[in-house]
């Protein structure tokens, strides 16, 4: 009886917890720190390092993400349908979500070398940061351990924990397949949990101010004694 409460409050209760306290923190953080939403970059004490790991960490972390909704979101009947076998979709989920889940840890421990290593750029880590980044490293690293552990101890993830993340959104957590789950997967998941709880009270929630109409915007005409160059602001 213990057992099936403590799996209900992790699968069924906590999730939805860590969801209002990611949208009411990021609400808060909007409208008592507005000009806080930002990476508090430290660029000015070290780039060097910072070329190589921020891009690295970053669009390997686009990857994994991708992968992470095609995985989640995507039921199996699907591909299914699409006659992608089961054998060539786990086969393309483990090499490219392994290599881009390395590349997101090689690139955050990039990151965290300079941040140790520079001086400025360690008296610039915050409270926050303390708690966000090595916490930011377990999700990684669990989650890296649950796709590896995939090659000498299969697991069909879309007929367990895909099953569960989307029962969430119909308000029906299927607790039963989550709970059922390898190790690995249910420790990467609590992992993420904890990180969107903290998302609003660090630097993690620069994500959500990300400057995505720049791509867009119109070009801003200079005028100069050579004429007129266009260019974006």
């Known amino acids: 009886m213990n057992e099936t409460r403590l799996q209900i409050a ?8 860590c969801l209002a306290v990611l949208v009411a923190g ?4 909007y409208r008592y720190d507005r000009f806080g939403f930002t990476t508090r970059s ?16 970053h669009y390997a972390l686009f990857l994994v993400l991708g992968g992470h909704v095609t995985g989640l979101l995507v039921p199996e009947s699907l591909t299914r349908r699409l006659r992608i076998s089961e054998a060539q979709y786990h086969a393309v989920a483990l090499t490219m979500g392994g290599a881009a889940g390395l590349a ?7 990151l965290l070398y300079r941040r140790l290593r520079v001086p400025a750029v360690r008296r610039a880590t915050s409270r926050s940061d ?3 980044l090595p916490l930011l490293t377990l999700v990684l690293l669990a989650g890296l351990t649950a796709t590896a552990s995939s090659v000498t101890a299969p697991y069909d993830y879309r007929l367990g924990v895909a099953v569960w993340f989307r029962s ?9 397949a989550m709970a059922h789950a390898p190790l690995a997967y249910r420790l990467h998941a609590l992992l993420a949990l904890a990180l969107f709880a903290l998302w609003p009270f660090g630097r993690l929630v620069h994500a959500f101010a990300a400057p995505l109409g720049y791509a867009v915007r119109p070009y801003v005409v200079y005028r100069s004694r050579g004429g007129a160059l266009p260019t974006r602001r």
């Open 10 to 17: 992790l699968w069924g209760v906590l999730p939805y917890l």
């Open 168 to 176: 969430l959104f119909a308000l029906d957590p299927d607790v039963t």
């Open 42 to 57: 430290s660029q000015l004490h070290e780039s060097r390092l910072l070329r190589l790991g921020a891009p690295l960490f």
């Open 104 to 110: 997101a840890a090689l690139g955050l421990g990039l």
């Open 26 to 29: 990021t609400a808060w953080r």
């Open 130 to 132: 303390r708690l966000t």
